[in-house]
């Protein structure tokens, strides 16, 4: 009788083990297919009904996930923040030099952003502002490490200054990146995103690099 018991009991815990991973499959997968559409058509255009489609189950079946489609946009976010966080680390890692490594780090964001009206990051800020100011913060805590390894590497190699502040560098620099990116500070009819960047980066690097270090900025900008 103890021995059935705790066969139950066993099974109950594995059922109820199976179920939760089951779900937790569901709502990544869920997350994983809108993500691209996200991108390619825009947060507000996306309906839940393509996210529904383009994944062969019904639009229950994502509300039984997601909340709503703000929760999906949110969850999505989320991912492209860790997917860009990725990327940036291994760039960081494999580049040359952190000159080299900040203009390769460039072409890599520039694949998530554009000037179009249904770019993912004018309809967040448009459209779900809030989400867009709760990332904001999330982003620095993602990336300022990243930041931080960077400016520390580039002393050691004598590319920056020694006697910068790093942690004052990394702030103001990921103040500028994404602010740079406010359609409300730059609007996309006076200002191209990517113009926008390379001015940006040769702002930060001038401000923070010795001579052999703006001798390398010079080539990266004529190469």
Request: with cysteine.
């Amino acid at each position: 009788m103890i021995l059935f018991k705790k066969t139950e009991e066993t099974f109950l815990v594995l059922k109820f083990a199976i179920v939760f991973l089951t779900g937790i499959i569901m709502k990544n997968e869920i997350v994983q297919t809108a993500l691209p559409l996200f991108l390619k058509i825009g947060f507000k255009n996306v309906t839940m009904d393509e996210v529904a489609q383009k994944l062969c189950i019904s639009k229950k079946t994502i509300y039984e996930n997601f909340e709503n489609k703000k929760a999906l946009i949110e969850a999505a976010v989320n991912m492209l923040n860790l997917k860009i966080g990725s990327e940036v680390d291994v760039i960081q890692n494999s580049a040359s030099n952190p000159i080299a490594a900040i203009y390769e780090v460039k072409s890599m964001v520039l694949q998530y952003l554009s000037d179009e009206e249904n770019s993912p990051q004018i309809q967040l800020q448009k459209y779900y502002p809030e989400i867009y100011r709760k990332f904001k913060f999330k982003e620095f805590d993602l990336l300022g490490n990243q930041f931080r390894c960077s400016l520390q590497r580039g002393i050691d190699m004598n590319l920056f200054r020694s006697n910068i502040d790093i942690d004052f560098i990394s702030r103001i620099y990921f103040s500028g990146l994404r602010n740079i990116k406010d359609i409300k500070l730059f609007p996309r009819i006076d200002f191209q995103i990517d113009d926008l960047m390379s001015k940006f980066f040769e702002y930060h690097l001038r401000a923070i690099s010795t001579e052999k270090g703006i001798s390398l900025l010079n080539e990266h900008k004529h190469s």
